[in-house]
């Protein structure tokens, strides 16, 4: 006979919501590798459409992930004040909305 693990207030929750929180929240966090997974197998091609050099492309990384470690300079003390919802909705909002405008980018 097996014993089952007292049920408390502290045990976590295994609800649906709670479990579709935790996807969610992976998800977020995994769009800051996402973001530079996508674009380091573009080099090339963007040093060789520009004319630039390949070390001039490879600043594009240095810049996004700038942009990943201001935001969350910016997004820590917004969340203190706004709490956590309205930051990440507005943020995800942006990234969003930019992704889809790089997409409809011609193409050569």
Same mark, same amino acid.
């Given at each position: 006979?097996?014993?089952?693990?007292?049920?408390?207030?502290? +045990?976590?929750?295994?609800?649906?919501? %709670?479990?579709?929180? &935790? *996807?969610?929240?992976?998800?977020?966090? $995994? @769009? #800051?590798?996402?973001?530079?997974?996508?674009?380091?197998?573009?080099?090339?091609?963007?040093?060789?459409?520009?004319?630039?050099?390949?070390?001039?492309?490879?600043?594009?990384? +240095?810049?996004?992930?700038?942009?990943? %470690?201001?935001?969350? &300079? *910016?997004?820590?003390?917004?969340?203190? $004040? @706004? #709490?956590?919802?309205?930051?990440?909705?507005?943020?995800?909002?942006?990234?969003?909305?930019?992704?889809?405008?790089?997409?409809?980018?011609?193409?050569?």
């Amino acid at each position: 006979m097996t014993r089952s693990a007292p049920v408390d207030e502290h +045990t976590p929750s295994t609800s649906p919501r %709670a479990t579709v929180v &935790l *996807v969610l929240l992976a998800g977020l966090v $995994a @769009l #800051g590798p996402l973001s530079t997974d996508a674009h380091v197998p573009g080099l090339p091609m963007l040093a060789a459409d520009l004319g630039a050099p390949a070390t001039l492309a490879q600043l594009t990384v +240095t810049t996004c992930l700038i942009g990943l %470690a201001v935001g969350q &300079l *910016v997004a820590g003390p917004l969340s203190d $004040a @706004l #709490g956590k919802r309205r930051p990440v909705l507005a943020g995800l909002a942006v990234y969003t909305r930019r992704r889809l405008r790089a997409r409809r980018a011609p193409a050569r």
